[in-house]
């Protein structure tokens, strides 16, 4: 598998969320020669199973989002502007200047507008615009566009150097990548624990695609595979974690204490860098859903640092996505289906 090569067609795919049926047609594909059987659910969600050759074992889910924030069309002006509504978590303050491309049957590639400084007034200098005065401009009077049309940044993956990439929904494209390539390190026929690899959709808005995905698989265990905050000088301190520092494991009440303690135990034994995510409440991952699917989940959460989080430049090491798929694949290699406490 070359990692760049397969990072940058995944970031490439558009999945919006609410609108993930045409990037889970390709992820499925890349699912198809790794595991046994891959199903598509009706909201996009792909689901690849990994049947091992022990009778009544355990299920562990893996789960990483499908989908990536972005806009939908709300009116087409009678000048071909564009109005547009965020989808997820969409911050104001880095639009204004963006390139976009609107998802039209044939995609139709366009800028978020913006006033020069020399037509704006010294008060309005300092002002985020509010995302619902913004115009998306096609350059054509009378584009073929329909309100409800989906839309996303259209910034592609570039490689910087020390080995990290940026580019547009690494949030959490970075974290399919850790499955497939710890996926691709183990050997069906010596597992111990059936594996569900999900790509869900929509957890941007609701997390309903791994919540009904994990409730179907009905798993003992689960791993969310997500993104979180990495370093940078003007971060407030101790809410970041070391870029290029290793995979984050979270603790907390949404994960199994037993379970995180397993995990940090095989980080160490393969020689795997790690750093301890303390996360106190609800984690705004899918594990919160998938914590409480059918009877409950032993949960645990796996995080990829990542730089500029919901921004068209979300920045992360390589070196992490493959601390992140290391220690899946070292765990999976190793268990026989229970966890255990001690430290």
């Known amino acids: 598998m070359n990692q760049i090569e397969i990072l940058e067609q995944l970031c490439a795919l558009p ?89 039209t049957q044939k995609p139709i590639y366009g800028i978020v507008s913006c006033m020069p400084p020399h037509l704006l007034k010294s008060s ?64 069906r026929k010596m597992l111990h624990v059936n594996v569900v690899a999900m790509f869900s959709a929509q957890e941007e808005v609701t997390s309903v695609g791994a919540t009904a995905g994990a409730f179907r698989a009905k798993p003992d265990y689960a791993i969310a595979v997500d993104v979180s905050h990495a370093s940078t000088p003007d971060a407030p301190a101790g809410e970041t974690f070391d ?42 991952t899918n594990a919160w859903g998938m914590q409480i699917a059918g009877y409950g989940t032993a949960q645990a959460i796996l995080s990829i640092p990542l730089r500029y989080m919901h921004t068209p430049v979300e920045t992360v090491k390589l070196s992490d996505i493959d601390a992140t798929a290391n220690l899946i694949a070292g765990f999976l290699k190793d268990f026989h289906g229970e966890v255990y406490p001690y430290a």
């Open 243 to 284: 870029f290029g520092g290793g995979v984050m494991i979270g603790m907390g009440p949404n994960m199994n204490t037993a379970f995180a303690k397993s995990l940090m135990r095989t980080a160490r034994a393969h020689d795997i860098a790690y750093q301890i995510e303390v996360m106190e409440g609800n984690t705004g």
């Open 15 to 103: 999945g919006v969320a609410g609108f993930e049926h045409e990037a889970a047609a390709t992820v499925a594909k890349y699912l198809h020669p790794l595991v046994n059987k891959v199903d598509i659910d009706s909201f996009g969600t792909v689901t690849g199973t990994l049947i091992c050759p022990v009778a009544g074992a355990k299920t562990v889910l893996l789960d990483a989002h499908l989908d990536q924030i972005g806009f939908v069309v709300t009116k087409v002006l009678e000048n071909g502007f564009l109005r547009f509504a965020p989808v997820g978590g969409v911050d104001p303050r880095m639009l204004l200047g963006c390139e976009v491309t609107i998802l």
């Open 124 to 187: 309005e200098q300092e002002k985020a615009v509010p995302i619902h005065e913004m115009l998306i401009d096609t350059g054509l009077s009378h584009p073929q566009v329909s309100v409800g049309t989906p839309v996303v940044f259209r910034q592609p993956l570039v490689e910087l150097s020390g080995g990290a990439v940026a580019s547009k929904c690494l949030d959490d494209r970075a974290g399919i990548l850790a499955i497939l390539q710890a996926l691709e390190q183990i050997d």
